[in-house]
């Protein structure tokens, strides 16, 4: 039993470091950020995805694809974002990506976000790539404490956050019907 274990462990660690190998949802990788001396809120989304060694690229591409996640040919990760997009909505899709490589690298080697995945046509993966983005962004005792001293206005915790007001609003929904635990 110990031969497969260490093989896990080294499979896995081709794909994250070390340190990184327990980290499959937002409340662990919130933890691990801040012990990098992340900047939490806003979420420093290029500092992090710098410093887990992910490489991250701005570009045009089609209006219908947000942004997408794969692994290179030399087997490093690699987040691609669509540089036409909204700054708020091009922080959502890195939030989103990451949500991918955290739950699902071991599923796929790509993974591409269309703006078709944000409305009705998502599977559970991407579900879980939404709702682990906005728990990163806005983390949920964060968030919580944010609307009991200002109230839940979707403008208010749009700028406070630095995501759009359609994230907000989706995040304060999804928080007040607990569909999630964190």
Known sequence: MMAILKRKVKVNSEILPVSMLHLNNPLDVLDYAKS???????FDLDGFINMIDIDLVRTELDDDISGKLQKNNEGKW???????????????????????YFMHRNRAIEF????LYRSTHMDSM??????????????K????EFIAKHGASAELISEHFNVSVLAAKIRVET???KLYEY
């Open 141 to 144: 005792a964060v968030i919580s």
């Open 36 to 42: 990098l001396k992340i900047t939490l809120v806003p």
């Open 175 to 177: 928080l007040q019907r």
């Open 78 to 100: 690699v987040i691609t974002v669509n540089s036409l997009h909204h700054i708020k909505r091009q922080r959502f899709t890195l939030a989103h990506e990451l949500g991918h």
């Open 126 to 139: 991407e579900y879980e790539a939404n709702n682990f983005a906005g728990a990163l962004l806005m983390p």
């Open 112 to 115: 591409v976000d269309e703006a």
